[in-house]
T-cell receptor
Framework: AQKVTQAQTEISVVEKEDVTLDCVYE???????LFWYKQPPSGELVFLIR??????QNEISGRYSWNFQKSTSSFNFTITASQVVDSAVYFC????????????FGKGTHLIIQP | NAGVTQTPKFQVLKTGQSMTLQCAQD?????MSWYRQDPGMGLRLIHY???????DQGEVPNGYNVSRSTTEDFPLRLLSAAPSQTSVYFC?????????????FGPGTRLTVT
C-alpha cells in the first residue's frame, strides 16, 4: 500500500520569506505520479503540479518550485518570496499508474503567511 | 464547461436521516470518485467508478452507497446518517486512470450530522 507523509502540520512565516513544504512518499510501484494541491480558505482544491516517476527534473513556475528526488522518495515544494495570498493548506498526493483507487493524500500542511 | 459540480454546498442532517449528494461532470471523464476530508486527516477515498455501470470501494466506504448509471453523474448516498459522517465531501473526475491524469475536484459539500 502507498503512503504520503507531510510531517509539517503547520508552518508560519513572515511575508517575503522563502518556505519549503516537505512531502515523503512510499510505494512499491515503479510507475507513479505525484501531485500538489492547494486548498485556500475558500475550500476548493486547486491543482498545482503533476510529476511522473520517470521525470526527476526540478520544475519552476513563477515563485513556485518543486524538487523531486527518487533516492529519498521526496517531492518538496518551495515558495519563494511568499505572499499573504499563499496562505492555504497544501496537500501532496500520490497516484499509482493504472490504479483505480484514486489519489493517496498526505494530511496537509497549513501554511500561514503573516504580513 | 462547468467542470465538476456538486450539490448541495451545505447540508445539515439528523442522525438516521438519508440523503444523496449529487455530483456531475461535463468533461466526458471515465473516472469519478468521492473523497471525504476531515480535520488533520487529508482526503480519503470513499468510492470510485471507472465507467458507467462500474463502481468499487475505496478506503472508507462504510455507510455510503454509489451508483453510476451515466458517464456524467456519480451520486453518493447516505442511507442512515451518523455523526461520524460529518465531513466535507469532494467529488473528482479524470479522463482515465491509465496515465495519472489530473483529477478535477468539485467545490465540495459540507455535511453536518447532529
Amino acid at each position: 500500500a502507498q503512503k504520503v507523509t507531510q510531517a509539517q502540520t503547520e508552518i508560519s512565516v513572515v511575508e517575503k520569506e522563502d518556505v519549503t513544504l516537505d512531502c515523503v512518499y512510499e510505494t512499491r510501484d515503479t510507475t507513479y505520479y505525484l501531485f500538489w494541491y492547494k486548498q485556500p480558505p475558500s475550500g476548493e482544491l486547486v491543482f498545482l503540479i503533476r510529476r511522473n516517476s520517470f521525470d526527476e527534473q526540478n520544475e519552476i513556475s513563477g515563485r513556485y518550485s518543486w524538487n523531486f528526488q527518487k533516492s529519498t522518495s521526496s517531492f518538496n515544494f518551495t515558495i519563494t518570496a511568499s505572499q499573504v495570498v499563499d496562505s492555504a493548506v497544501y496537500f501532496c498526493a500520490l497516484f499509482i499508474r493504472g490504479g483505480a483507487d484514486g489519489l493517496t493524500f498526505g494530511k496537509g500542511t497549513h501554511l500561514i503567511i503573516q504580513p | 464547461n462547468a467542470g465538476v459540480t456538486q450539490t448541495p454546498k451545505f447540508q445539515v442532517l439528523k442522525t438516521g436521516q438519508s440523503m444523496t449528494l449529487q455530483c456531475a461532470q461535463d468533461m466526458n471523464h471515465e473516472y469519478m470518485s468521492w473523497y471525504r476530508q476531515d480535520p488533520g486527516m487529508g482526503l480519503r477515498l470513499i468510492h470510485y467508478s471507472v465507467g458507467a455501470g462500474i463502481t468499487d470501494q475505496g478506503e472508507v466506504p462504510n455507510g455510503y452507497n454509489v451508483s453510476r448509471s451515466t458517464t456524467e453523474d456519480f451520486p453518493l448516498r447516505l442511507l442512515s446518517a451518523a455523526p461520524s459522517q460529518t465531513s466535507v465531501y469532494f467529488c473528482a473526475s479524470s479522463y482515465s486512470t491509465a496515465s495519472g491524469n489530473e483529477q478535477y475536484f468539485g467545490p465540495g459539500t459540507r455535511l453536518t450530522v447532529t
